[in-house]
């Protein structure tokens, strides 16, 4: 699924992704600054997390628990030099969890991922306008 959309539009764009997600684990990849951690924000307020959603980019993961006990794990892997960093902290344990996982520069651990995974990429257009890649 192809989808371009303005920033004013991303809470529309969020409903119609998880209506569409298959998988719990959601790799979300683009350029620096296309709006990964902003698409996740508004992905986790559509799906009623209230959290304050920040970039794990210090932190690796952060997770995030909704008034239904769901739980999202939110990665930034920009700081990784190579998949073995995961390893040691533990990636593995919450990819297989169950819960959704959302990842940003999930090429970063790319060889981890063999199993099916709904991957969103996004491509900008301008200051405002973003194209996303479902599948």
Known sequence: MEISYSLSEIDIIAKKICDSLRYPVVAFNGPMGAGKT??????CKYLNFKENISSPTFSLVNTYVNSSNKIIHHFD???????????????????????????????????????????????????????????
């Not at 902003?38 to 992905?43: A, V």
């Open 38 to 43: 902003t698409l996740i924000k508004s992905i």
């Open 77 to 135: 892997f920009y700081r990784i030099e190579s998949f073995e960093e995961a390893l040691d902290f533990g990636v593995d344990e919450y990819l297989d969890s169950g819960n959704m996982c959302f990842m940003e520069w999930s090429e970063k651990i790319s060889s981890l991922l063999n199993y099916p995974i709904n991957r969103i990429e996004i491509k900008v257009i301008d200051n405002d306008k973003r194209k996303i890649n479902l599948y």
